[in-house]
């Protein structure tokens, strides 16, 4: 089972506690936008085998998004940030490259 820790409240969730928000930092197109952005944006996403950056709602406790960096292999969470954050922290991006030295990056 995916555990996850919301970083606003620090509770440990379990997947059944939260929602999926699909992939995380997309570059958003709307109004003004060519016909292309736009179908890339709503319909062409990433779906790799290894790390990946999701958002997810702790939909049963403090109702707050956040993103998360897991191995969609294995599950293995690398860590979690708020929703806000415009690309991920620093020090996940180091822990993700000192488990996974061939992963290519952010």
Same mark, same amino acid.
């Given at each position: 089972?995916l555990t996850?820790?919301?970083p606003?409240?620090?509770?440990?969730?379990?997947?059944?506690?939260l929602?999926p928000g699909?992939?995380?930092?997309?570059k958003?197109?709307?109004?003004g936008? %060519?016909d292309?952005? &736009?179908?890339? +944006?709503?319909f062409?996403?990433?779906n $790799?085998k290894g790390?990946h950056f #999701?958002?997810?709602?702790?939909?049963?406790?403090?109702?707050k998004w956040?993103?998360?960096?897991r191995?969609t292999? %294995?599950?293995e969470? &690398?860590g979690? +940030?708020?929703a806000?954050?415009?690309? $991920?922290p620093a020090?996940l991006? #180091?822990?993700?490259?000192?488990?996974?030295?061939?992963?290519?990056?952010?």
């Amino acid at each position: 089972m995916l555990t996850l820790e919301c970083p606003y409240c620090g509770v440990k969730a379990e997947e059944t506690e939260l929602a999926p928000g699909y992939e995380a930092h997309l570059k958003r197109h709307g109004p003004g936008s %060519t016909d292309e952005a &736009f179908e890339a +944006y709503m319909f062409a996403r990433k779906n $790799p085998k290894g790390v990946h950056f #999701e958002r997810w709602r702790h939909a049963y406790g403090c109702g707050k998004w956040f993103l998360a960096a897991r191995d969609t292999a %294995t599950l293995e969470v &690398f860590g979690t +940030y708020p929703a806000q954050s415009s690309g $991920p922290p620093a020090e996940l991006i #180091e822990k993700i490259k000192a488990k996974r030295p061939d992963w290519k990056g952010f």
